[in-house]
């Protein structure tokens, strides 16, 4: 999927929407049957803890899509907040456009593909956060998301790798 026709023609039912730099799409607690296709801008997913604490779940720029499959899947209240971190464009996609009986095999194959580069990312993660040192952790950070750095402030790429911001600024003092 290239360009909004194509992500367009995938569900006739697709909303194209535009949000403003942080405004909340969803909140904890709240059924979402969406997924979120980024067109353009940048959105977060994360946690609260009870403490108050953010804590980053996932980043989706331009191309990447976002959702809270556990809520899609199971029809659970969503635990992910998302909001947008720039004045952002998405399509809105309800919760079966991916496996529709009418989409074609090659725009199923797209779409699987999709899925599964968020998947791999995710799992990826998974298994650095729980095995990997920091500086792992961050050049992982800036293979998958090269065009971030500079989109988002320090904190907010502390918070997804695990680590402080005081941490993040020792990593990349010693990577220059």
């Known amino acids: 999927m290239e360009t909004l026709e194509e992500i367009l023609k995938q569900d006739k039912n697709a909303k194209t929407k535009l949000f403003k730099k942080g405004e909340v799409i969803q909140n904890k607690g709240q059924y979402s ?3 979120y296709f980024v067109s353009k801008g940048l959105l977060r997913s994360y946690i609260i803890d009870s403490k108050g ?31 947008c971190l720039e004045d952002t464009e998405v399509v809105i996609f309800d919760r079966n456009w991916m ?9 199923l194959l797209q779409n699987i593909r ?16 729980m095995s990997s040192p920091a500086i792992d952790r961050y050049t992982h950070f800036l293979e ?22 005081q941490a993040l600024s020792t990593i990349r003092a010693q990577n220059r």
Request: overall charge negative.
């Open 33 to 35: 049957p969406h997924t």
């Open 99 to 107: 496996t529709k009986p009418d989409v074609e095999a090659d725009q």
């Open 114 to 129: 999709l899925l599964y580069r968020r998947m791999g990312v995710l799992q990826k993660r998974i298994l650095m956060q």
């Open 144 to 165: 998958t998301y090269p065009q971030l750095p500079n989109r988002i402030p320090q904190h907010m790429i502390a918070s997804y790798l695990g680590i402080t911001p």
């Open 53 to 83: 604490k953010q804590h980053i779940f996932m980043f989706a720029c331009e191309g990447w899509i976002m959702a809270d499959l556990e809520s899609i899947e199971f029809e659970h209240p969503t635990e992910l907040f998302i909001d």
